[in-house]
């Protein structure tokens, strides 16, 4: 395990996830990054062999419902919120 | 005509409309004549919806003249998170991302709450995507405590809690991912209570971290609190994790007499990090209790001491992928750019519709998520949530209610720990177990440290919200905390 963020290691995370940031932000999103995973750190301390995850406090497994059709959003309220729409459709940045 | 309706309760105010002792027009000209005079000091809304709360007042007391039946919150005025989503209403999460986001839908809890006849005052203000504890990172400005203006009011549900002890609404929404409720109650002196998880549908919820996450009601009284939960509660099939078990009835709770209540105190609530001003207030309130009747014994709870770390790790592991939908596409924040393509101007979106909060967290979550590091951070978090459970479940086996403070200092300075994250992350450390293990827990005011409020918390055993309501309600009769307002 790595013991240091560096500033490369931001720029990896941001493209994973999709936000772009100012050189500015790099620097200070490591410095913080460092001290905020140093201390999660601290669960290292304890012994976890043996015990399950506890994904969801509920002992739900999967909960159905009829495959029903029910009355949808008119599609003017669905299309209410786009910045960009054209014919009905929401419009996308080009993807190709 | 008394001019300060807006302080009555909901109880008194519902009773006093259906038998038309005051008009509902009457009640809601109070609460929007005060919202006119403090709003300008609090900044507790985002956005307000005046005139159709005063067209609602008049159909509701129009009803009640032709005698027909109105709800048991009949033109009430309710504040609500604006991470709630509300029909025709603009709801922004506090964030530039969706600064104009009208939902086409009512949250279920906001049916249920129409469905009695409330009337939605208007949208609080809240840290961005109910990311903070102090309700600083607002796209829209910081809430300031209406006890102290220079202080925070606690967060992230800050404007719902600041709103209703200012008078500008009645009850309010909040929501509590990690003590979003609990914090803002305790540091404006009002009630918030944080159900079990499941007992209120997250239907409309704009999602944070959504394994964690409770939406719950701030109160000026024990029976206002108990009102609005059993209104909201309930099972829903629009939300899968919504649990389908009949709602109790709160109101059986209410007496002076705690014969029969045992109180554990965690040592780990009143550790390292508490301010002993706060341990004090706290302590009077055990001696109170203990004089009503309860029993205490103090205990020990060593996992949490991990809890807060455990915590970030799956609140921001969340994160990452519920605020992955923010893409600018169907809603939100869209640059205008046009020969960029579309992972260029997603990320475009993100970086300026996000303030940075928000991108830490998604960031840090991401990180936490990703290849080499998933068993490190998240794995061994939703592990060590399973030994915090453990705990709890072995603790209230033997007690009713596991008790401390609610926050470890009083309300802060504005700007006093914002450029630190860390140092804020700290706040939530006696509020987040009861979001790991999905247990119910309650902030109840307990004094005051020359002028700012401490908050009292409880945590009780899953769908056991009667008996935190039961040490509210003790709480409240026998103290005069919680009916304290600011000079405003």
Redesign the interface.
């Given at each position: 395990m790595k013991k240091h963020i560096t500033i490369s290691d931001v720029e990896h995370v941001a493209w994973l996830a999709h936000i772009e940031l100012t050189e500015e932000e790099k620097e200070v999103f490591a410095e913080q990054f460092n001290r905020i995973l140093d201390f999660f750190k601290k669960i290292d301390e304890v012994d976890t062999s043996n015990v399950p995850p506890t994904y969801h406090v509920l002992d739900l497994v999967n909960v159905f419902r009829k495959d029903e059709v029910g009355e949808p959003l008119p599609k003017d309220s669905v299309l209410m919120n786009a910045p960009k729409k054209e014919d009905g459709f929401f419009k996308s940045p080009r993807i190709i | 005509m008394s001019s300060r309706l807006f302080e009555l309760s909901a109880a008194d105010a519902v009773e006093k409309i259906k038998s038309q002792e005051i008009t509902a027009e009457d009640y809601i000209n109070s609460i929007i004549e005060r919202i006119s005079r403090v709003e300008g000091k609090i900044n507790a809304f985002i956005t307000l919806d005046i005139k159709r709360a005063v067209e609602r007042a008049r159909e509701i007391d129009k009803k009640i003249s032709r005698g027909e039946v109105v709800g048991r919150l009949a033109s009430i005025a309710i504040a609500v998170k604006d991470n709630i989503c509300t029909l025709g209403i603009r709801t922004t999460c506090a964030s530039r991302m969706l600064e104009?986001?009208?939902p086409?839908?009512d949250a279920t809890v906001i049916e249920r709450i129409k469905r009695e006849d409330a009337i939605i005052i208007g949208k609080t203000n809240m840290d961005e995507f109910a990311m903070g504890s102090t309700t600083e990172t607002s796209y829209f400005g910081p809430t300031r405590n209406p006890w102290d203006l220079s202080k925070v009011p606690g967060g992230s549900s800050g404007g719902s809690a600041a709103a209703i002890i200012s008078g500008e609404a009645t009850l309010a929404l909040g929501s509590d991912t990690g003590g979003s409720v609990r914090c803002p109650a305790s540091y404006c002196s009002v009630i918030g209570l944080k159900p079990t998880?499941?007992l209120v549908s997250r239907y409309g919820l704009i999602a944070y971290a959504n394994?964690l996450e409770q939406i719950g009601p701030l109160a000026k009284s024990t029976i206002d609190c108990a009102l609005l939960l059993s209104i909201i509660g309930g099972y829903d099939?629009k939300d899968?994790?919504s649990?389908n078990t009949p709602l109790n009835n709160y109101f059986n709770a209410f007496t002076d007499d705690l014969r029969g209540l045992k109180i554990g105190l965690p040592k780990e609530f009143f550790g390292e990090g508490v301010e002993d001003a706060v341990k004090r207030h706290v302590w009077s309130a055990i001696y109170l209790l203990e004089d009503l009747g309860a029993t205490y014994e103090e205990i020990s709870l060593p996992?949490l001491?991990?809890a807060l770390?455990?915590y970030?790790?799956i609140a921001m592991s969340e994160a990452?992928s519920n605020l992955?939908r923010y893409d600018?596409?169907?809603?939100?924040?869209?640059v205008e750019?046009n020969d960029?393509?579309?992972?260029?101007?997603?990320?475009?979106n993100?970086?300026i519709g996000?303030g940075?909060e928000v991108?830490?967290r998604?960031?840090?979550g991401?990180?936490?998520l990703?290849a080499g590091y998933y068993e490190?951070?998240y794995?061994?978090?939703?592990?060590?949530?399973?030994?915090v459970?453990r705990d709890f479940e072995l603790a209230l086996k033997k007690f009713d209610a596991l008790i401390g403070p609610t926050m470890p200092t009083p309300p802060f300075n504005i700007g006093e720990k914002i450029q630190d994250?860390?140092t804020l992350?700290m706040c939530d450390i006696l509020t987040v177990p009861a979001n790991l293990?999905?247990y119910p827990a309650i902030s109840i005011p307990c004094g005051f440290e020359g002028k700012l409020p401490i908050g009292l918390q409880a945590i009780s055993k899953p769908f056991d919200e009667g008996t935190l309501l039961k040490i509210s309600f003790a709480l409240e009769n026998n103290t005069d905390f919680i009916k304290r307002r600011p000079a405003l």
């Open positions: - | 104009n986001f009208i086409p839908y998880y499941g394994s099939p899968s994790t649990v996992s001491e991990y770390a455990a970030y790790i990452s992955a600018g596409l169907r809603y939100g924040y869209r750019c960029a393509d579309w992972a260029k101007i997603y990320a475009r993100r970086r996000f940075s991108k830490r998604i960031m840090l991401t990180y936490a990703s490190q951070y794995l061994k978090a939703l592990k060590i949530r399973t030994i459970r994250p860390l992350y293990t999905g």
